[in-house]
């Protein structure tokens, strides 16, 4: 989201509220909206805090072009890189941006508010802008300054506004929204002088499309404080998720509360323990909780999973628990304390941590309330819900539900977003978080967050006993609404699951990504065959909405759009309505409501009378009481690139395309009580129940007849040798050879289900640097998701483990003994493991120093997938494990080869000189080796790969 002086700047707010919190403080503090005197939990106390001076001074070099979410490229590299460069007041580097194509060294000093902002006022951005636009305006800039430390120790070190950051030779995670909750990565530091690495980026989406575009970001360095008391346990008191209490009960069960293990092991304990720490040397796991009201009332508290909750030294983990409490006196302002009693796995010690008191928000019944819920992986999160006016539900019919999705940097509980949809008279409004405020654009992680909030109001927390019969919900009948990124959202479910929408509200949305911050300037792009580019492109491209637009044949759809919105152009908006009315063969089947004179986000973009009437219109059960789906049109399409993220439409479903990650359609013609298929790269597909099919007793197939109703047929249809004709298959076999939609990737999908960090018990090399990949692996998965995993050694990986979870498994064959074990098995052998330590696709053998691979492959029973993380030395490892994609529009395909001519993805740069095959250093898209999707019996196929 862009802040401009048209709407209402959210992301600018949240910056400028980080900024005076941070300018209250006399020193850097930690990124706690509340401060640290507030962390009263007896844990962490303030005046035990030793806090380092950051660097007044940078050395910085910039600004240098920088796509959209690019990895891997670096103008420096083919120079030496930037570590290598010393600063100098006569060098100068090339760079498109600048008048006369270079640019030198500066000296940028730390604001006051400890936040570094530099911006480029001399630079003609305007000009550039005319023709290139936005995409002229993102860039990159250098960092380097030096900072001493006085005391050894451990130490909790935090960015935000940077994608990632480097204290000497390791690189951390940053902050990069600049969300609230706690980001921190934990590091030893030895006495002396450390230096610190940023590569800044302005990415339009984040900082605005302000001129001159300004970078800024934020850090902290503090001594963790590990002592007797807190058994080197941090607690982050505003991470936690707590209940509310409608009149005198809780809501909904579900809580969290996070800490940190900061009891990491320092280099000079490491050699004693070195055997030990194969044995969990420092973990800590949580085996039981108890919690106790202001008033002394024993609540009753489990922890409400079912394995171990175990965290790994460094590691952040928001412990899910479930209360339950009886009646709350509405005279008592209710707060709670909550013990976790620990266990430390290597000498056996037991121990309890007093957390709170934590209050409850009580709410009035027909206010919008909180329920909280166990997402997917075991994390607790909230969704907001406000009820109907009237009862909406007899014995027929049930209650529709108005999905809500909130903009990116907005938190779903602020009022002004729950304010923006009306109470309606027989829908529910649900308002879900998509796990954090800019979420994953609501697919993936976020996508799912909406399913398990939609089954958390099926239960109805909250509902008084008298109202639960008239209040239930059908969570497959909903009107998708949202605004800026949530309108997104809601044009993303319309395209994706129309079969499950009354209709759609989209509000200032864009259409994909790659629209909204152009990714053709990509520096990549300069060295990258077109073929290539086109199979990164197809990791992203099952998001283009207007490639999925035909999906949404049929549908009611209102967009509504300020004219002057220069944040979210009408542009998208107005070509989505075109393509919509396109396909419906209608000029006019959609409308855009377009406002004059209004931007982004104004009084009423959601919820005026002309949006209101809308919705009513289409949640009108006088007129049908059913709520029946919007009738489907002569002929409709249903297209996809994933049918992992492509539901049914007119109740058909894809299962297989011939060619996976390329346009697969279904073109669907209905002649009378007849539907005529006809596919295009579609090798399997199925029906599912849907009123519409109601009265057909023959359909065909790309010419082959089936003489019977839809709803009595088979499990699915195929067609496995394209030049056959289609088959009923009656049996789901084929789930047990094939991919289907739960394995068929691309690697982020291994995200989208529980999974844990495989990493080896005992590694023939790199211990500490696998530790630190599943640290880090863990604490972007809390920071872009507030979610739940766990670390577990390869031995304790059992069948039903491989089965349940995905995987992230951490080394080679020689490291690993999971994949030793796979590899044995012949369950990676679209990978072959080289004995010197490469690896082979086909025939391509991948074996130089720097070499890393990161892939995709499936469970021993093929249900779910491992993603696989090796390389042939240390960086090779690294630049493996910083592509796994924890943001939305990162390129990563199935598998991905990378070496020397690829930047360090976290950073950017390489600390090398790049490889002396590579010429131009490292090149982005254009440094990758190899890239592509398996096909549908997970082998190479040059149909979807690409080998260089
Ligand atoms: C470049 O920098 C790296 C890491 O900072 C260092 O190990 C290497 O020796 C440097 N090489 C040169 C040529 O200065
Ligand atoms: C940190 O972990 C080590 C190893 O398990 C343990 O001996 C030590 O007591 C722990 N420190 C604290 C403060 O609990
Ligand atoms: C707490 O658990 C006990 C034992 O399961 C049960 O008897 C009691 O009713 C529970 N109390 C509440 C408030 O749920
Ligand atoms: C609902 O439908 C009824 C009957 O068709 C109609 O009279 C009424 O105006 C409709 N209400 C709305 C809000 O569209
Ligand atoms: C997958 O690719 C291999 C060639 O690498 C080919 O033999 C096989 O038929 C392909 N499978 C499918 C289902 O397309």
Redesign the pocket.
Known sequence: MKPTNGGLQWLGLLILIASIQASQASSLVLNDPAGLEELNSGILRKSTLHAVAFPDVWESLGPFPHGSRELGNDPLSAYGGFENLSFSSTDRYPSELADGGFVRWRHVETGPDQTVRLSYPQIRWEFNQRPFGWAALQHASYFRGKFNVHEEGIYLVEFSGVVSFKIDNRAFTGNVYGYTHASHSIVYLSKGEHILYVYAVIDVRISGGTIPPELRFRGSLKKAEINQENHGLIHFENDAVIPEVMGTELISPFASVAIMNANITTPAERPLTRQQSRDMTGWVQVTSVHATLSDGTEVNATLPVHFSIKIAPGQIMAVPLNLSIGAIPPDLAPSMRIELDCIRLDDNERFSLLLGPFTFHRRQWSDVYKITFLDYDFSVHYAMARPPKKACADRQTKCPIVLALHGAGVEASSEFWTNAYRQQENAWVLYPTGRTPWGFDWHGPSFRNIEYALDALHLLPGVPAEKQKSLAINRNKLIYAGHSNGAQGAWWLASHFPDKALAAVPASGYMKIQFYAPYFMRVGDSYADPLLRGILDASIAEHDIDLYAANMGGLPVLARHGALDDNVPPLHSRRLIRLGNEWNRNPISWDLSEIPAQGHWFEGVANDNTMQ?FI??HL?I??DPELSPPPLPEAFSLNTLNPASTGSKGGIRILQLEVPFRLGTIRVHRVQNQWHLNTSNIRRFGFVRDPRQEGIESWSVDGTDFNKPPSVSGPSYARLDPDSSWKEENDLLWISQERHPSTYGPISSALNHPFIIVVPSNPAQNEDLYREAAQHIALSWYIYSRGVTQIVRDIDVLDGIAARYNLIVLGGPADNAYTRRRENEGGANMVKFRPAGGFQIDKRKYESPGTGIIFLAPSPIRTRVAVFIAGTDKDGILRAAWSLPFRTGLQIPDYLVVGDEYGDPHTGWTARDGAPFGGAGTKGAGGVLAAGYWNNTWDWDPRCGYLK
Do not use: H, M, V, Y
């Open positions: 009437e009513d219109k009108n006088t007129a």
